[in-house]
C-alpha cells in the first residue's frame, strides 16, 4: 500500500489539444494536499482573458482534457494523463470510475462533486425501443 503524499503541480500544464501541449501553466506553488482535490476553474484559470492566444474552453459538445507535467523551467517531463468527453448535459460533470473488472473511464457523475471524492456514474434512464412478444 502506498502512504499519501501532497503532489505538487506548479509548473505543468493543462491543454484540450494533446499537440498543443503548453497551452495553460499551472501557477507555482499549487499544491494537491494528501487525499485532497484540486478543482479549476475555467473563467479564472485556463479560459481568462490573460492566457491570451492559449485561453481555452472545454465544449458541452465534447472535448478533450490533458495534464502535461513540467519542471520548473516549463520543460515537458513526458508525463501526461488525458482523456476525451462526448456531449455533456447543462451543469454535469465527469469523474474517473473504476468499474467491477478494473477498467478506468471517465463517466457523467450522478451528483457534481468539485472539491470531493467522485460519486458514482449518471446511470440512465434506460429506454426499452423493442421487444419480442413471440421469440423464435
Do not use: C
Not at 479564472?44 to 490533458?66: E, H, K, M, V
Not at 451528483?111 to 460519486?119: C, S, W
Not at 446511470?123 to 421487444?131: A, M
Request: no cysteine.
Amino acid at each position: 500500500m502506498s502512504e499519501a503524499v501532497p503532489v505538487d503541480l506548479g509548473g505543468w500544464f493543462l491543454t484540450d489539444d494533446f499537440s498543443s501541449r503548453v497551452k495553460f501553466r499551472i501557477p507555482a506553488g499549487t499544491i494537491i494536499p494528501a487525499n485532497g482535490y484540486l478543482v479549476f476553474y475555467e473563467t479564472n484559470s485556463f479560459n481568462a482573458p490573460a492566457q491570451g492566444t492559449n485561453a481555452f474552453g472545454l465544449s458541452a459538445s465534447g472535448d478533450d482534457a490533458y495534464i502535461f507535467s513540467a519542471d520548473a523551467l516549463g520543460r515537458l517531463t513526458g508525463y501526461a494523463q488525458g482523456f476525451d468527453f462526448g456531449p455533456a448535459a447543462a451543469d454535469v460533470t465527469f469523474g474517473r470510475y473504476t468499474n467491477s473488472v478494473g477498467t478506468v473511464m471517465e463517466v457523467a457523475q450522478s451528483v457534481n462533486t468539485l472539491g470531493a471524492p467522485n460519486t458514482y456514474p449518471r446511470v440512465g434512464p434506460v429506454v426499452i425501443s423493442e421487444f419480442m412478444f413471440w421469440p423464435p
